[in-house]
């Protein structure tokens, strides 16, 4: 029976090095997320209306009545965070390739694609800065989604604690993201920065990653005080759990008029495509 014991000690080094590694590394609960409580988030800006992810879409969502605008941030070749969605320039500019491939002054030379997708504007793809910039001159507040195709993550995650810090965004800004990484090198740089941990029915990562990121420990290990759930996984279930956690909720992708007033009603914050109004 020697090799049964040594099975169940070698168990129980494993359970403790695994809390003990877990303890240490957990941060510090998240700041209180209440700025950010019963918002409407406008999605991309108004991008049914204007060039996404643009300054003339967070324009058009500030004239259409939103409060609040999200964007996506991507890492340039040459370490500036811009506003763009997807990994490459393709579908949204005029362009061709990698967004890490190309430089902050290629990229400004692109153009948007207009909302209709038949031609292209005279928009153009702002840095981060140039966001924050007409966020706070519109007294609007701001998501700051990291998306997960970046691959130099700490890198892009310390860029934008530098600007939380040089704008003092704190009670202006979250951070949002599908990847853990970002979400703990944020706050393991700047513990008063609040971040929100992005959750959908089919993730962009592996089944250890998806059942952890599903379970409030792995919330508390990352300090996170919003979750974000696409709207088919908002079940009243699933908000009334993380609300009791003390954590806000955040839906997305939130359009229908009907469904923006019961989340409402909840003290829910909503992502939509559609800020006043219904699509």
Not at 213 to 237: K, T, Y
Request: hydrophobic content about 45%.
């Amino acid at each position: 029976m020697a090799w049964l014991k040594r099975i169940l000690w070698a168990y129980l080094f494993l359970a403790l090095f695994g809390f003990g590694s877990y303890r240490l590394g957990q941060l510090t609960p998240s700041p209180d997320p209440n700025d950010f409580a019963g918002l409407e988030i406008a999605h991309r800006g108004a991008a049914l209306h204007f060039p996404e992810n643009t300054l003339a879409a967070i324009d058009g969502a500030d004239a259409l009545g939103a409060h609040s605008v999200e964007v996506d941030v991507m890492l340039s070749e040459d370490g500036v965070p811009v506003v763009i969605h997807d990994p490459t320039v393709d579908r949204t500019t005029d362009g061709e390739g990698l967004v890490r491939e190309h430089t902050l002054d290629e990229l400004r030379a692109l153009r948007v694609r207009t909302p209709a997708g038949d031609g292209f504007g005279v928009a153009t793809v702002p840095t981060l800065e140039a966001v924050i910039e007409r966020v706070i001159a519109l007294d609007m507040k701001l998501e700051i989604e990291l998306k997960t195709e970046v691959v130099r993550t700490y890198e892009l995650s310390l860029a934008i604690v530098a600007l939380f810090d040089r704008f003092s965004l704190h009670d202006r800004a979250f951070v949002s993201s599908f990847d853990p990484r970002f979400l703990y090198y944020v706050r393991q740089a700047d513990p008063r920065i609040v971040t929100a941990l992005a959750v959908m029915e089919h993730p962009p990562y592996g089944a250890i990653t998806e059942f952890l990121v599903h379970r409030e420990a792995f919330a508390d290990f990352l300090g996170v005080g919003i979750i974000e759930p696409e709207q088919a996984m908002a079940s009243d279930a699933f908000v009334d759990h993380w609300l009791s956690t003390g954590r806000l909720v955040n839906v997305w992708t939130v359009n229908a008029e009907r469904d923006k007033a019961q989340f409402r009603q909840r003290g829910v914050t909503i992502t939509t495509d559609c800020p006043g109004e219904s699509c």
